[in-house]
């Protein structure tokens, strides 16, 4: 147990010690950098790398006036590594996603258009088919009334004979040309029944995908690391696109100055990214943070010292107090 303890306190001094004095080093020297691992799925160049790391830099340096850090591909203190993993795996699932549910959208409103279109064509149509189907249904009921008439009563002249001949005929080719409009009326609702089946087939193969995804990536959506920073390593495992990576970068190297967390959702130093604007812009909690660290460079040296030695002093006399008991 002791032992542990007094592990545990020795460490504690390490760590403590090497932060103290770490974070004196950004403030009186340039860091250099280099681009290091980059897995090719994030489907980012090292140009590209390179571009959106010196928009991160930018807001520090600005405010600094005068430069922090130095891109050192070969010798390069800080590497900056893309580590693949679920995390960007899922992200970019996810925009196909979104990409897939745009184009539903595009589709669903182009056969919504047509739909429509046919439809008024297909009530129009059918309402005057229906009508001539009545008129027609009339017209020949009387029609074979007259007929049975004239049978009946036997007295039926030539005018008759031909005036019934006629109307034959007409009801002939009304009956033929009702047909043609019925083939009219069917074939557009055979359209309008495609179209709906055809929208139909198109959102269910979306949900599918959706249920896939959801399947899939279950669980994986709360709070994780988008990068980490620890010394040499600055890592990044997930981004949505250069935007957020700049914003995630300054962060990062807001780390590697020796700047920790602060308040304000639209803080780079922010524990949590969502809220930042779209490009790396400094709030006054982040500002104070760095000119905590490094406006402190001229007197920090000795005091902390002092600080520093006597924290240690005392730490060893107290493991000693335990060593000896
Ligand atoms: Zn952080």
Redesign the pocket.
């Known amino acids: 147990m002791k032992w542990i303890l007094q592990m545990y306190l020795l460490g504690f001094i390490l760590i403590g010690g090497t932060y103290l004095l770490g974070r004196q080093v950004p403030c009186k020297q340039i860091l250099t950098y280099r681009i290091g691992e980059v897995d090719s799925r994030f489907g980012i160049t090292q140009e590209e790398i390179q571009g959106v790391v010196e928009k991160s830099i930018l807001p520090w340096e600005k405010l600094a006036q005068r430069q922090l850090f130095e891109w050192d591909q070969a010798h390069g203190d800080i590497a900056i590594n893309f580590i693949y993993d679920e995390r960007q795996e899922r992200t970019q699932e996810l925009s196909k996603l979104d990409n897939e549910e745009a184009k539903l959208n595009t589709k669903q409103s182009e056969i919504d258009t047509t739909y429509t279109f046919l439809e008024k064509e297909y009530n129009q149509k059918s309402e005057s088919y229906e009508a001539e189907v009545r008129a027609y249904e009339k017209d020949l009921e009387s029609y074979n009334k007259e007929v049975s008439r004239l049978n009946k009563s036997g007295e039926a002249t030539e005018s008759d004979v031909k005036r019934i001949d006629k109307e034959s005929e007409r009801l002939e080719k009304q009956s033929v040309d009702l047909e043609e409009k019925r083939l009219v009326v069917n074939t557009l609702a055979n359209r309008l029944n495609k179209l709906a089946k055809n929208e139909q087939e198109v959102v269910e193969s979306f949900n599918a995908k959706v249920d896939q995804f959801q399947e899939r990536y279950q669980g994986d959506g709360g709070v994780f690391d988008q990068g980490d920073y620890g010394g040499k390593d600055l890592n990044i495992y997930q981004f949505q696109n250069k935007e957020d990576l700049a914003v995630l970068l300054s ?1 990062e190297l807001g ?1 590697s100055l020796g700047l920790g ?1 602060v308040e304000n959702p639209r803080s780079i130093m922010y ?1 949590l990214m969502g809220e930042q604007p779209n490009t790396p812009v400094l709030s006054a909690e982040d500002k104070e943070a760095f000119a905590s660290i490094c406006d402190q460079r001229n007197n920090v040296s000795w005091e902390n010292l002092v600080e520093i030695a006597a924290f240690v002093k005392d730490k060893l006399e107290s493991q000693k107090a335990f060593l000896y008991e």
Do not use: V
């Open positions: 962060h780390h967390h524990y």
